[in-house]
């Protein structure tokens, strides 16, 4: 049985069972080595201890830290295997970008920007990044000031539970205009969000189903604003 989640509960060892066992479910969905295995345990392991002073999942998702954020953030590296070089707005707690740095830390070349506009999150994200050893670099700044924070090319841009979709597409166009392909992880209606998307940009999308849920990865490789 599930016990009582709030923000204060995330490091009751009554949690640590039932985090096991999605565990389990999570990396027969998304197969990682055993090194990065282990990465993503210390990473689990610092957000429930964080977790309990900076809330940075929902606290309804803790029993399934590893199905609803870290196989969800895993599957965006099959989506696109050649890059090496990915942009992360709006990182929060981590998804996907610690998540992308844990999982190609062993890949040469690697790099992930984190970029987070809350102090107490960048802090977090920065511990996250030093004590898993993965390439990541975070960036304490305002969404809209990633291309002036980022430097050299990026290959990849994602965002998670930012913002609506023709918001997104604003942040990360300078960087698809660079040559960077998009990957938005999107819920059901992103049909909807396809269509308001729409009124403010040209684009061709592609719609990939996600492997962990009935949501939606939306991939761009270019946007024109509609004049």
Avoid at 116 to 143: C, D, N, Q, W, Y
Avoid at 170 to 195: C, I, N, S
Avoid at 199 to 220: A, C, F, M
Wanted: overall charge neutral; aromatic content about 4%.
């Amino acid at each position: 049985m599930t016990p009582k989640i709030d923000k204060a509960s995330a490091n009751d060892p009554s949690l640590d069972s039932v985090i096991a066992a999605d565990k389990i479910a999570a990396l027969k969905l998304a197969s990682v080595s055993r090194e990065t295995e282990a990465r993503l345990d210390r990473y689990i392991a610092l957000l429930r201890e964080w977790q309990a002073k900076t809330n940075l999942v929902a606290p309804s998702t803790l029993p399934h830290l590893w199905t609803r954020h870290i196989a969800d953030s895993l599957q965006l590296v099959d989506l696109a295997p050649s890059a090496r070089r990915w942009a992360d707005l709006g990182s929060g707690g981590g998804f996907p970008g610690v998540v992308l740095a844990c999982a190609m830390a062993e890949t040469p070349g690697t790099r992930v920007h984190l970029v987070e506009r809350i102090a107490k999150k960048a802090a977090f994200l920065r511990e996250a990044i030093r004590i898993t050893a993965s390439p990541g670099v975070v960036h304490l700044a305002e969404i809209g000031d990633n291309v002036d924070r980022i430097t050299g090319p990026v290959d990849c841009v994602t965002a998670r539970a930012l913002a609506p979709l023709h918001q997104l597409i604003g942040f990360a166009e300078p960087l698809m205009r660079q040559g960077a392909k998009a990957l938005f992880p999107k819920g059901q209606d992103v049909e909807a969000e396809l269509t308001e998307a729409a009124k403010y940009w040209n684009i061709q999308p592609q719609l990939h189903q996600s492997r962990t849920g009935d949501g939606w990865i939306v991939e761009l490789n270019a946007a024109e604003r509609r004049s």
